[in-house]
């Protein structure tokens, strides 16, 4: 598979929503009677750990369960996007983290200074030779990037066979909701023994989510929104976001729907007319036009001039790392969107 760009890299990701997940092997190993107990305690958590994880296709676009069972805490990390980075950032963990790649939106500025001293092994996707040129102990972050391609990881087994041990953010695999993020927290406090940082960040993140929630008229009817990858001329990216449940489901929570939740494939112009959705969400993405331009395309094409959303100009700028670092970057972007949605309308 060719390396995709922001809009085209989605296709296979949607083609994942439909692939159900299998079952996985690799369990712990209970010590037998007559052999050692090995288990070792760090702080909060006991090694060997053994966690609920996932592997995935070569491509990227297939998911399984996996019980994956660490010796011991990991002590060097690659984060393979800028979101997951500032999740480990955020737990404590800024020496540990030894890479960061995909680099493609507005970072956390509570964590900018702690984020700047990471290497940088990639601005965009980065491939499995500079991973393991940095000699990590586990990679960590979106399930779709551990794929045997230029810009992928490699896979969960190709890296395992490097002795080079992987988590895949639970968020990021098809079917997750936001809950998901507290299981993320959870797992990743337990495999880096810091369990007393991990449940303060999930306390908090939970009070955001409250709040955001409390923005949210009562008799606020849900309101069906689609995603734009850009715009330039009579040209429009659309993105059905069916296999990101984890972004729908969290902006479920502001009473948005996503049109297209149940549409794979590419979406033409006239099935964005049909459907007709009340908003659009333009992402503005690293490399990618500026909003602003793509804004104005939007509304001089004439082909649009119908839809509600340029009738009520209901159309608003989301950042990329934000909402597809599959993390608790998300709710700044609610934040932001509550703020101009409700302000408006």
């Not at 729908?248 to 549409?263: G, Q, V, W």
């Amino acid at each position: 598979m060719n390396k995709p760009t922001h809009k085209k890299r989605f296709t296979y990701w949607g083609m994942a929503a439909s692939a159900f997940f299998l079952l996985g092997a690799c369990g712990q190993t209970e010590p037998t009677e007559g052999q050692p107990d090995t288990t070792v305690q760090t702080e909060d958590s006991t090694f060997p750990l053994t966690l609920d994880n996932y592997t995935v296709s070569a491509d990227g676009s297939e998911f399984s369960k996996k019980k994956i069972t660490y010796e011991s805490r990991p002590e060097s990390i690659v984060a393979n996007n800028q979101g997951t980075a500032e999740l480990l950032l955020q737990l404590g963990l800024a020496e540990d983290i030894v890479g960061v790649a995909a680099l493609y939106g507005a970072g956390d500025e509570t964590v900018s200074e702690d984020f700047s001293n990471i290497p940088v092994l990639a601005e965009g996707y980065v491939g499995k030779e500079l991973v393991v040129g940095v000699d990590p102990d586990i990679v960590v972050g979106r399930g779709q990037l551990f794929a045997s391609a230029e810009w992928g990881t490699g896979t969960v087994e190709e890296l395992n066979e490097l002795d080079i041990q992987t988590y895949i953010q639970a968020t990021s695999t098809p079917g997750a909701t936001f809950d998901d993020l507290h299981t993320d927290i959870a797992d990743l406090g337990k495999l880096f023994a810091v369990e007393e940082q991990a449940q303060a960040f999930s306390t908090d993140v939970r009070d955001r989510m409250d709040a955001i929630v409390e923005t949210v008229p009562e008799d606020q009817e849900a309101v069906e929104y689609a995603y734009i990858f850009g715009a330039e001329g009579t040209n429009v990216d659309v993105y059905s976001g069916a296999a990101d449940t984890y972004l729908n489901d969290a902006l479920s929570y502001l009473k948005l729907e996503n049109a297209f939740a149940e549409t794979t494939g590419e979406i033409s112009v006239e099935a964005l007319l049909e459907t007709d959705p009340e908003a659009l969400l333009l992402v503005d993405y690293t490399g990618g036009r500026a909003p602003e331009e793509s804004l104005a395309d939007l509304k001089a094409n004439e082909a649009l001039s119908s839809l509600t959303a340029i009738q009520e100009d209901r159309i608003y700028t989301i950042d990329y790392n934000q909402f597809w670092s599959y993390g608790y970057q998300i709710l700044t972007g609610m934040e932001q969107l509550s703020s101009e949605f409700y302000s408006t309308n």
